[in-house]
C-alpha cells in the first residue's frame, strides 16, 4: 500500500505533537546517533505510521504509554502488519524510555546489527 496524502499529513503533525519519552528516544536515535543507523520519525509504512523507523535493517520502533493499555489488539494488529512486511517492531514503555534509556538504545542497536546483517 503506497503512503498517501492523508498518511503523510497524518505523520507530519503527529512529528509537530511530540510526546516527551517520543523527543528523549529522538534525541538518543537522529543524526545517525546510534551506531550511525538512520532512524526516521513517525515514518509512514503501509497504512500505519510508527514512532521511529530503520528503513535499512527495518526496525520499527514504537513508544507506548497508558493510552495503548486499551489498544492492545489494535497494536498487535499492526505489529503483524509489519512483521508480514519483514518489518521488527520493538515496543518500550515511556517510563522505560524515562528510567532505562540506555538498556532501550542498546536494545533497538543490537536488533539493527542483528537485522544489518541477514
Known amino acids: 500500500m503506497e503512503r498517501g496524502p492523508k498518511r503523510t ?4 503533525s503527529l512529528r509537530k505533537k511530540v510526546v ?5 528516544l529522538w534525541k538518543a536515535l537522529r543524526n545517525r546517533a546510534l551506531g550511525g543507523f538512520k532512524f526516521r520519525r513517525q515514518h509512514c509504512i503501509g497504512p500505519y505510521v510508527v514512532d521511529f523507523a530503520c528503513v535499512e535493517c ?21 505489529s503483524r502488519f509489519l512483521e508480514t ?31 544489518r546483517t541477514q
Open 9 to 12: 499529513n497524518l505523520a507530519r
Open 20 to 24: 516527551p519519552a517520543e523527543g528523549i
Open 85 to 115: 512486511d519483514g518489518w521488527c517492531v520493538r515496543r518500550f514503555w515511556n517510563t522505560e524510555i524515562f528510567d532505562e534509556l540506555e538498556a532501550v538504545r542498546e536494545a533497538i542497536y543490537q536488533e539493527c546489527v542483528k537485522r
Open 58 to 78: 527495518k526496525v520499527a520502533v514504537e513508544v507506548d504509554g497508558t493510552t495503548h493499555l486499551s489498544k492492545r489488539r489494535g497494536d498487535a494488529e499492526r
